[in-house]
């Protein structure tokens, strides 16, 4: 337990599965009182908070939708008072498909989730963030935000959009008690990875030799990285992209 989180509130997108689900228990372990905000059901997530004898509040949003994330925004605060920490998770992927073959809706419905889905969170969290002068985001890019990968070029660009955006606004607000980091995770063991694969074993057993620790990442395993992100213990880092991602991005 970080005591450093009791009392204080932390809002989680797409917390209803995945890396978002660890990522809320994990705020939760650690004595916050978490927004579980995702388009789904997230009777899950909420169950496991309870369970941990914490505090949540489930609010049902649509990220790429702007009343729906200034409504998100305004009931946090109607309800716990403050804002001080955000994970910004939520997020779609396709499978693999040349930028020749991929529809123009399909390249809008990514951008608009993963990138205009951040932007918005962002543009609604940081005036209330810098009320309270000690309060971080981190938002979640991907080792695909800093590299390209054939035939996820809509994902890619959706992904390296939110490491400019990260930069960007950490830097505006570099003086104003806002702490603004992405983490860019590797291939996690996740729904999303799984439905990338489609249970096809010869797939996943090519993703796995693309990792030099030899697995793929747990949820766990970046729900940690943001509560570093988000503690004291990283209070001179802002405006970074983090990989977390067992050494692919050198490799
Ligand atoms: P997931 O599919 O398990 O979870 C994504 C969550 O986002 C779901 O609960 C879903 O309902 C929610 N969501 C989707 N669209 C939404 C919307 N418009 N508004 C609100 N919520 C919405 O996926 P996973 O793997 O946990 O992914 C979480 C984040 O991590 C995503 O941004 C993904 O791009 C990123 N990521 C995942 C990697 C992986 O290998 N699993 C690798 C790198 C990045």
């Known amino acids: 337990m970080n005591d450093q989180f009791l009392g204080k509130t932390a809002l989680v997108t797409g917390a209803a599965s995945g890396i978002g689900q660890a990522t ?106 810098r009320k309270t002068g000690n309060a971080a985001i981190v938002n979640c890019a991907s080792i695909a935000g800093l590299n390209g990968f054939a035939g996820l070029g809509a994902y890619a660009a959706s992904k390296h959009g939110v490491v ?4 960007a606004a950490a830097l505006e607000n570099a ?9 860019c995770p590797g291939v996690i063991r996740t729904p999303m990875v799984e439905r990338f694969t489609g249970g096809d074993p010869t797939l996943e057993a090519s993703l796995i030799l693309g990792e030099p620790m030899g697995r793929l990442g747990l949820p766990e395993e970046i729900a940690n990285t943001v509560i570093f992100l988000c503690s004291s213990d990283a209070s001179f880092m802002t405006a970074q992209a983090v990989s977390v991602d067992g050494g692919w991005i050198s490799a």
């Open 164 to 167: 400019g955006l990260t930069k």
């Open 24 to 129: 809320a228990l994990a705020f939760a372990k650690n004595g916050a009182r978490v927004v579980v905000a995702d388009l789904a059901d997230a009777s899950e997530t909420l169950g496991k908070i309870k369970e941990l004898g914490g505090e949540s509040l489930y609010i049902k949003v649509d990220v790429s939708q702007e009343d729906e994330v200034k409504d998100m925004i305004k009931k946090t605060i109607d309800i716990f008072g403050s804002l001080d920490y955000a994970f910004n998770n939520a997020g779609i992927e396709t499978g693999a498909v040349a930028i020749d073959k991929t529809d123009a809706e399909v390249f809008d419905q990514i951008m608009a989730v993963n990138l205009r889905g951040v932007f918005l969170c962002m543009k609604y969290q940081i005036p209330e963030m």
């Open 175 to 183: 003086k104003k008690g806002v702490r603004i980091n992405a983490v």
